[in-house]
């Protein structure tokens, strides 16, 4: 499967890191972000799943940086971009809170990147989600409370949060709320 698809704008990461860049988690910094980081996640749709450390000693590491943009594809299209390290690094926050909490480690993607014509087959999408500028996330922790779920992202301050019955959504856009069928 991972032989067809179509990775994109994965070209600046050539060099092998990524340049760190400025952060809008920087309140965050110290409490989450000072060690090595190693995210845990699994596709819902696909049972993939994968420990990837995408960050050590002050860079993105390109190894991990593309295996998670593969677990974070487009499934409909199978196609991978470059998700935005910040969107690791909030999805990384919330998984160190959890852990800090006795809460799941492992969060659950049930949407990453959506290209276009995905996104507008996908119910209830914003026609301009930040899906489908690789900077949001929708899943959950099992065995967590949707609402608990949403306050992970949500105490973390760095971005959008929307809480729906079966998932939360998060992204590095701005910060805001919502809440749709709940
Ligand atoms: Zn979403």
Redesign the pocket.
Known sequence: MHRRLFLRNLACLAGGVLINPASGLAAIQDTYLSKPRELWLKRKHTGEQDKVLYWDNGQYLIDGMTRLCILTRDIESNQAVQMSPLLFDLIFASQELAVSHRMQRWFTVT?GYRAISTNSRTEG?AHL???QYGD???GYRENVGMTDNARLFWALQSGGV?LYAG?V?A?VYKTRFWRKGV
């Open positions: 949407s999408a989600s930040r899906h949001a996330v929708d929307g998932h959504h992204d």
